[in-house]
């Protein structure tokens, strides 16, 4: 048997233990700890910065029928924690109209306004604070039994 062989094993095998003995963390394991966090950073976006989460406005152009379901007036959004989605109701033919954001695709309602009157009134639809991005769409329903179609703004900053 060749000791000359397999004595750089054995040493590498004894330091590593000793380094793992003292609460240090072998070579191999710290490499993969900082290549893991270096990838979460990248994939977060930066080193030490995260881009703030950008502010959009969309028309709201929705024309609510049917009985008492809700109609889908967004496409997908995305909203980040802290961000808000809000809506400005220009006109609806004179009816009230209740706004709710839901997951995309449907499913339990995140939050909802209440009644909204038409004139230009901001109306709060659902404040993020879960600590989660969300992708989510808007929806509305009518208090009235006649068609309505909600014109104006909606928000996600």
Same mark, same amino acid.
């Given at each position: 048997m060749n000791t000359t062989t397999h004595?750089?094993?054995?040493?590498? @095998?004894?330091?590593?233990?000793?380094?793992t003995a003292r609460g240090a963390r072998p070579a191999g394991r710290l490499r993969r700890a900082v290549l893991a966090g270096l990838t979460a950073v990248a994939v977060a976006g930066g080193l030490g910065t995260a881009a703030p989460a950008?502010?959009?406005?969309? @028309?709201?152009?929705?024309?609510? @029928? !049917?009985?008492?379901?809700y109609t889908g007036c967004s496409g997908q959004l995305t909203v980040?924690?802290?961000?808000?989605?809000?809506?400005?109701?220009?006109?609806? !033919? !004179?009816?009230?109209?209740?706004?709710c954001v839901e997951p995309f695709g449907g499913g339990w309602d995140l939050g909802c306004s209440g009644w909204v009157h038409p004139g230009a009134n901001t109306a709060l639809v659902w404040h993020n604070t879960t600590g989660q991005t969300h992708r989510v769409q808007l929806i509305a329903g009518k208090n009235a039994s006649v068609t309505v179609h909600a014109r104006g703004?909606?928000?996600v900053r």
């Open positions: 004595a750089p094993a054995r040493h590498a @095998t004894a330091t590593a233990a000793r380094a950008q502010a959009a406005t969309h @028309t709201l152009d929705c024309l609510i @029928t !049917g009985g008492i379901s980040v924690n802290g961000q808000r989605v809000e809506v400005d109701l220009v006109s609806s !033919g !004179g009816k009230q109209v209740r706004f703004q909606y928000h």
